[in-house]
């Protein structure tokens, strides 16, 4: 028995045998693997066309309770007034530029209706500020200046009336930046805990459009829109492109850099977000130092106006009292 245990006619045999299980296992292991993984391919692209026929169902939820809230008689008619004024006096050639639809996303104003209303209003403001001025001027007060001096005061409201829509349009801007941009640091850590928790990046940018709502409404309708076109654009990058683009804000344009070359090259997206987060959260320190360092000057005025007055009444009027008593 150990002679034929030891003979190499038995030891070839059995090194083949070992060799053939070991060639049979692995490419056995290599088969069952690429099957696996085929069957979660097909797994992560039915849920993500789930999730996009989800999203694209509650996008048109959401118009068409909008339209149905806006959608009376009086309001139609009116958005075809203004439809038919803006292509009567051609008034895309005349007020429109290339930043146009770039400006009123940034403001939250989407699509053709919002860009006819800001159209409109832009050519009828200028001519209803100059006749309510001039009916002012001339009528109701006319204050015993000169007829001409009147119109000069109503044509220079008109021409502020001109500038007054641009003016409303960059102050809604800027107020729907600083609600993204105090909000985006806490998304961003949120961001990170999700992707790093497992989640992908379009469950974790849904995840925190749900928990940043309550801090700021419009990074929360920003997130979801993009999460949104993740679901249907063929070209993922374009979706964080358009999120750097419509809030318009440098801290979202570079994370969002971050995440389309980590989508273009393979790399971590979990790495790219740690970084990005801890570089807003510098930057936040940064801004509050700013901030810190800036209040001593404002104050410098307030208390030579208010509180050194009060400081040598407190300590001259008793010694002038005293005086005059004397």
């Not at 829509?165 to 960059?170: A, E, G, V």
Request: hydrophobic share 50%.
């Amino acid at each position: 028995m150990v002679e034929r245990l030891v003979s190499p006619d038995f030891l070839i045999a059995l090194f083949a045998a070992i060799s053939a299980a070991a060639i049979v296992f692995t490419f056995g292991a290599h088969l069952f693997e690429r099957i696996e993984r085929k069957d979660r391919m097909k797994k992560v692209a039915l849920e993500r066309e789930q999730l996009r026929a989800r999203e694209m169902a509650r996008l048109r939820n959401q118009a068409g309770s909008k339209e149905a809230a806006r959608g009376n008689i009086r309001g139609a008619d009116a958005r075809s007034y203004m439809k038919s004024t803006v292509e009567r006096f051609s008034l895309q050639k005349a007020f429109m530029d290339e930043n146009t639809m770039e400006r009123l996303a940034q403001a939250g104003l989407r699509g053709q209706g919002e860009l006819t209303k800001h159209l409109f209003l832009r050519f009828v403001t200028p001519f209803v500020l100059l006749g309510v001025a001039a009916l002012y001027l001339l009528v109701i007060s006319p204050g015993g200046r000169p007829l001409f001096i009147n119109l000069v005061y109503a044509i220079g409201v008109g021409l502020v009336g001109a500038y007054l829509p641009l003016l409303l349009l960059k102050n809604r801007t800027q107020k729907r930046q600083q609600s993204v941009k105090r909000a985006w640091p806490d998304a961003l850590d949120l961001m990170l805990l999700c992707v790093e928790a497992g989640m992908s990046i379009e469950h974790s940018i849904k995840r925190v459009a749900r928990e940043i709502g309550l801090q700021s409404p419009e990074l929360a309708e920003e997130l979801t829109l993009t999460t949104a076109e993740l679901s249907f654009l063929e070209d993922r990058t374009r979706a964080y492109d358009n999120l750097a683009r419509r809030t318009g804000l440098d801290g979202v344009r570079s994370v969002m850099t971050a995440l389309i070359q980590a989508e273009r090259y393979g790399t971590s997206v979990g790495q790219a977000l740690r970084v990005m987060a801890e570089e807003g959260r510098e930057m936040r320190m940064n801004e509050a130092e700013k901030k810190a360092a800036a209040l001593p000057p404002k104050m410098t005025v307030p208390l030579i106006l208010f509180f050194l007055p009060v400081l040598f009444i407190v300590i001259m009027a008793p010694a002038i009292i005293t005086a005059m008593a004397l």
